[in-house]
Nanobody
Framework: QVQLVESGGGLVQAGDSLRLSCTASGGSSLVHTGWFRQVPGKQRDFVAGIRWGGGTTSYADSVKGRFTISRDTAKNTVYLQMTSLKPEDTAVYFC???????????????????WGQGTQVTVSS
């Protein structure tokens, strides 16, 4: 069973940067890892995703140009570097992963099998 542990959330001001980390342990070779975010009362939205093999990335339009997803295969860790943060980026951020090969870039919740516990990111104006 794969376990995902996120870290790096916090309270920052608009315009600041923050880096989230997601470390995987426990087994299966992962194909996709993604970041989603959720605000109370709303659905979980895709933020960014990466394929372990090759490092192909995908981003939601709302974060393109501001967020960068990357991976360190030696550390089994995926990072989400967030810059120019806005108050609307405030959410709980979840890391997700799957060992399955899915079509496209795995932008949907149902395409992921493992989830982290979430980390709060709050951006004040």
């Amino acid at each position: 069973q794969v376990q995902l542990v996120e870290s790096g959330g916090g309270l920052v001001q608009a315009g600041d940067s923050l880096r989230l980390s997601c470390t995987a342990s426990g087994g299966s070779s992962l194909v996709h890892t993604g970041w989603f975010r959720q605000v109370p009362g709303k659905q979980r939205d895709f933020v960014a995703g990466i394929r372990w093999g090759g490092g192909t990335t995908s981003y939601a339009d709302s974060v393109k140009g501001r967020f960068t997803i990357s991976r360190d295969t030696a550390k089994n860790t995926v990072y989400l570097q967030m810059t120019s943060l806005k108050p609307e980026d405030t959410a709980v951020y979840f890391c997700a992963a799957t060992p399955r090969i899915v079509g496209g870039m795995a932008r949907y919740e149902y395409e992921y099998d493992y989830w982290g516990q979430g980390t709060q990111v709050t951006v004040s104006s």
